[in-house]
Every structure is written in C-alpha cells, then in structure tokens.
C-alpha cells in the first residue's frame, strides 16, 4: 500500500479508501462530487467533510465491495425508546467481540473509522492486513502493530474492501 496525505483536514476517509483501492486521492474525491469543504455547521471551524457511504459508492464504481465490520454493533428499541441500545456480543462477553474483530482484519485491507482518544475526534485510516499496519493519512505515518497501543486510535467499524471479479 503507498501512503497518501490528506488534502485537507476533513479528508482523511476518502483519503483512507483512495490508499486502500490504489488510486489518487485527487481522483476519488472528484468521484464523490465535492470537496467537502461546504460549512452547514454554526461554528465554522467545522467542513461537512465526507461520509463512508459516499465512499462506498465510489468504491463499488471502482469494482470494490465494501462490508461494515462493527466492533461493538447495537441495536436499538425505537429512536423515542429511553432504554440504552443493545450491545451485540459475539460470545459471552466483548473480548469475543474483540477477536472477531481481529480475525476480519487479519483477513483484508480496508479502512477503519474511529475516534482519536486524546481529541475524541472522528477519524479514519487505512489498514494493510499483510503487515498489521495502520497507513495514518493525516501525517503520513505508518503505525506498525508494536506501536498501536501508542497511536490513541479507538476503531470502531472495518471498511472491509475487496476487488469483485
């Protein structure tokens, strides 16, 4: 996978799924059909930036099918229901949830979306299954798995991308 930077600070998801897919990320923006730039929020220090969907849309355009691995998944009552959502668990308790998580990324490349811990930011990144490592498009880092636990990135969902035939 070859690193790529973000051109920008609110696109790091296109940018993570341009490194993953193998094209330039000048390109798969063009694809998405905007910058991201557009500022709908009060406070102008925010762009509208981009959604994985988005992303997806492009990818599959491009012969890529993309499958959302959730860490923690939940379910909901209803929207108006005041009970707390559901965690979904894959076996007694979320260290089951925590391997499945693994086994799907020792599986395939995709992106991984999360927050940064130390900012609680949402963030995304690209994910290089054969070496473990992370591909960090915000300042082209590449984390390898000795130093992951250092890097204060909680993923919560896989990208999984694979071409179609």
């Not at 993953?20 to 798969?28: A, N, Q, W």
């Not at 910058?35 to 709908?40: H, I, L, M, R």
């Not at 076996?91 to 089951?96: L, S, V, Y």
């Amino acid at each position: 996978m070859e690193m790529k930077h973000n051109p920008n600070a609110w696109s790091c998801t296109p940018t993570a799924f341009a490194m993953v897919i193998g094209c330039s990320v000048k390109y798969f923006i063009e694809k998405i059909g905007h910058d991201g730039s557009a500022q709908p929020f009060a406070d102008k220090s925010y762009h509208v930036g981009y959604h994985p969907q988005e992303c997806i849309d492009v990818a599959y355009g491009m012969g890529y099918s993309c499958t959302p691995i959730e860490l923690m998944p939940q379910s909901l009552l209803s929207k108006t229901a005041s009970l707390p959502p559901h965690v979904i668990l894959f076996g007694k308790n979320t260290e089951a949830n925590n391997e499945r998580f693994l086994r799907y990324l020792k599986r395939c490349d995709g992106v991984l979306c999360g927050t940064m811990t130390d900012t609680m930011t949402g963030h995304a990144v690209a994910w290089e299954h054969e070496t473990g490592s992370i591909f960090d498009p915000r300042n082209g880092r590449i984390i390898s798995p000795e130093a992951q636990a250092a890097f204060r990135f909680f993923p919560s969902t896989f990208w999984m991308l694979e071409k179609r035939s």
